[in-house]
């Protein structure tokens, strides 16, 4: 009985005390005080177990506290380099210059929209049904095809997302089907 209840060597001076215990009748103070240290150990292994569960859930909300203040740093810093994007695309369509400093604006517009890219930039699709999430409408063009109705006709300033979230939504204007349009009289 007595190797039942300990882990390690025996220890004779404490297996002679059980055994006078035993004798004296003790034995239920043996087994209560073993119940108390096995109800304690067991409340330490709950709060160990807690402290882990509380570690782990600590690791991973900083983790996506670290990840989360990396992309809103990164959104900053595109939505500022955007007007150079923007101001490139105006100097190429610029003729003032020559046809030499068109290509060399147009060789580092490249440049810079490669490198935008490299930290997840895409331009924002401009083509098809207008959707208020991507685009901004700045105008309508009437339309006579009913099919271009609501339908994206000219994009003004494209738009750009990072990270499939829309930084700024295109500029665009916009198709309106009228009957007046399709060349009925009124």
Excluded: C, W
């Amino acid at each position: 009985m007595v190797k039942d209840m300990e882990e390690g060597p025996v220890n004779e001076g404490a297996l002679g005390e059980v055994e006078d215990m035993e004798r004296g009748g003790d034995l239920a103070v043996l087994r209560e005080q073993l119940a108390q240290l096995e109800d304690e150990r067991n409340a330490l292994r709950e709060e160990v177990a807690r402290a882990r569960a509380d570690f782990y859930n600590f690791r991973q909300r900083s983790e996506r506290e670290g990840l989360r203040q990396r992309e809103l740093a990164a959104e900053r810093a595109v939505t500022l380099l955007l007007p150079v994007l923007d101001n490139l695309d105006r100097a190429m369509e610029s003729s003032g210059g020559g046809e030499g400093l068109r290509q060399g604006v147009a060789m580092v517009r490249r440049l810079f929209f490669e490198a935008l890219q490299e930290l997840g930039v895409s331009l924002v699709e401009a083509e098809g049904a207008f959707d208020p999430a991507r685009h901004d409408a700045v105008g309508t063009v009437p339309v006579k095809d009913p099919a271009q109705d609501h339908q994206v006709i000219d994009v003004v300033r494209p738009g750009y997302a990072l990270g499939g979230r829309v930084l700024r939504p295109a500029m665009v204007r916009v198709g309106a089907h009228t009957p007046a349009s399709d060349g009925g009289s009124r």
